[in-house]
């Protein structure tokens, strides 16, 4: 049985198989509906917005602001409590039902990248977040992800806003950003790490997507981005590398980002997405050595609801 034929009839038993967690907004009064929770399912090994500066469509006609000065020297700060009152998890919160899952879902996503009792597989500490479409809840999968891992004694996380057309972490964290991931593909000739930036989580820094371009595609298929890659894996050797990916069936650009992942993290939304269009997506992957399953907003048995949020999506 294929690796796609796997995930799909793990799909079909997700009733019997799904940890029941209650969504965000119903752990939290205050938070937002828009980012809601989720009732997460980790498939094992073997499936194991906006962006601060915008250039002219075209993305030729102006280069990228240097990166403040302020944010080299102190980085940025993100809003924790704020994201706590929205349901996310923090490193330094109180343990709740979604950050316990979490746990859960990071376990072999790390096991695999440094071969924890499993042997470590090629590229796997580069894992992409993605989705079949948008709304699903990828971001907030990534984000939830990435500040798990910060909260490991033993490890550090970058977390790129790769969803270049449509970035969203540095409005979730609350922060401010300037230059960033398309920067660098499009000028050839910045600091990368000018471009990443530390925050206030001890072992979490950001590079976030940068300026805006008709062809990222292309530049995330190019030379360039293998170059890119290879100076992140060299300059940040000690860091777990969360992408927070555009959805696979929405645009071009996460297939081509698939193919530099090690792990490839699939959230998909419970009682909306069908499995045809799952399968549809885990087509797109490519060679991903392990590909796993998020699943998000499901029907609770004990509470008789959906978690959710708002949609986000492309061209609007």
């Known amino acids: 049985m294929s690796l796609i034929e796997k995930a799909v009839s793990k799909l079909t038993n997700v009733s019997a198989d799904a940890i029941a967690v209650p969504d965000a907004e ?8 828009e980012k809601g929770g989720s009732t997460i399912e980790r498939m094992s090994e073997a499936l194991a917005r906006d962006g601060q500066l915008r ?12 990166v403040a000065e302020q944010h080299r020297r102190e980085g940025v700060r993100i809003h924790l409590e704020s994201l706590r009152s929205r ?28 071969g924890r009792g499993v042997p470590a597989i090629k590229n796997g500490k580069r894992i992409m977040v993605t989705s079949a479409f948008p709304g699903e809840g ?14 490991e004694r033993d490890n550090k996380v970058l977390l790129v806003d790769a969803d270049v057309a449509r970035p969203s972490i540095p409005k979730e964290l609350g922060i401010t950003v300037e230059a960033g991931l398309m920067d660098w593909l499009i000028d050839g000739n910045l600091d ?3 471009l990443v930036l530390p925050t206030n989580v001890d072992k979490l820094a950001i590079l976030p997507a940068g300026r805006r371009h008709q062809q990222a595609t292309e530049l995330l298929a190019s030379a360039s981005m293998s170059r890119l890659m290879e100076l992140i894996t060299a300059r940040f ?9 555009p959805p696979l069936l929405v645009t071009t650009e996460s297939r081509v980002l698939s193919s530099y992942m090690g792990q490839v993290v699939l959230v998909v939304e419970a009682g909306k997405t069908s499995h045809e269009s799952v399968q549809e997506a885990l087509a797109t992957i490519g060679s ?8 998000n907003k499901a029907r609770s048995a004990e509470q008789g609801y959906y978690g959710g949020y708002g949609g986000y999506g492309y061209g609007v």
């Not at 990828?138 to 909260?151: E, G, P, R």
């Not at 050797?237 to 990916?245: E, G, N, T």
């Not at 991903?288 to 699943?295: A, D, F």
Request: glycine share 4%; net charge positive; aromatic share 6%.
């Open 138 to 151: 990828k971001s907030f999968c990534a984000i939830n992800l990435a500040m798990s891992i910060a909260a």
């Open 26 to 33: 119903a752990l939290q009064p205050a938070a937002r509906a």
């Open 288 to 295: 991903s050595e392990v590909v796993g399953l998020i699943l």
């Open 192 to 194: 990368i790490s000018q």
């Open 87 to 114: 349901g996310f998890v923090t490193p330094d919160g109180n343990q709740t039902q979604i950050s316990q899952e979490f746990r859960v879902i990071k376990r072999p996503l790390l096991a695999n990248a440094f």
């Open 237 to 245: 050797p000690d860091r777990v590398v969360i992408f927070d990916s």
């Open 55 to 66: 250039s002219p469509e075209n993305g030729t006609a102006a280069r990228a602001k240097p």
